[in-house]
C-alpha cells in the first residue's frame, strides 16, 4: 500500500511578527517603497544622511501604521474596510419596477 505525505498548513495564511494577511503585504510594500525612494533620492543628489533618515521615517512610519491598524481591526480588516468603502449608502429608483423588469402577459387561446 502506498503511503503519501500529508502537509498540513499548506493553505494557512502569512503571519510574520504578528502581522498577518494584508498587512504583512502592505508592510512589505512600504519597505520596499521607502528603500527605492532612499536610493532615488541619492542618486537625485540628496545628501547620504537625510536620504537615510528619509528611509528610517518611511520604514518606521509604515511598521507603524501596519501594526497598529492589525491590532486594531484584526486579521480581515483591510479587505472590510474596502469593501465597507464600496457599499453604496443609499439605493435610488426613479423608474417603477414595471418598467425595469419587462413582464411578457403570456396568450391565451381560446378552446373550440
Given at each position: 500500500?502506498?503511503?503519501?505525505?500529508?502537509?498540513?498548513?499548506?493553505?494557512?495564511?502569512?503571519?510574520?511578527?504578528?502581522?498577518?494577511?494584508?498587512?504583512?503585504?502592505?508592510?512589505?510594500?512600504?519597505?520596499?517603497?521607502?528603500?527605492?525612494?532612499?536610493l532615488?533620492?541619492?542618486?537625485?543628489?540628496?545628501?547620504?544622511?537625510?536620504?537615510?533618515?528619509?528611509?528610517?521615517?518611511?520604514?518606521?512610519?509604515?511598521?507603524?501604521?501596519?501594526?497598529?491598524?492589525?491590532?486594531r481591526?484584526g486579521?480581515?480588516?483591510?479587505?472590510?474596510?474596502?469593501?465597507?468603502?464600496?457599499?453604496?449608502?443609499?439605493?435610488?429608483?426613479?423608474?417603477?419596477?414595471?418598467?425595469?423588469?419587462?413582464?411578457?402577459?403570456?396568450?391565451?387561446?381560446?378552446?373550440?
Amino acid at each position: 500500500m502506498k503511503s503519501y505525505v500529508i502537509h498540513r498548513g499548506v493553505d494557512n495564511e502569512i503571519e510574520f511578527r504578528g502581522l498577518r494577511g494584508l498587512y504583512f503585504y502592505y508592510a512589505a510594500g512600504g519597505l520596499i517603497a521607502s528603500v527605492f525612494l532612499t536610493l532615488f533620492s541619492y542618486i537625485l543628489g540628496l545628501p547620504i544622511l537625510l536620504a537615510i533618515l528619509l528611509l528610517a521615517i518611511g520604514a518606521g512610519g509604515t511598521l507603524a501604521w501596519c501594526y497598529t491598524q492589525n491590532s486594531r481591526y484584526g486579521r480581515w480588516g483591510a479587505v472590510k474596510q474596502q469593501v465597507q468603502r464600496l457599499k453604496p449608502s443609499y439605493v435610488c429608483q426613479y423608474q417603477s419596477f414595471n418598467r425595469l423588469v419587462p413582464v411578457r402577459r403570456s396568450t391565451t387561446r381560446s378552446r373550440r
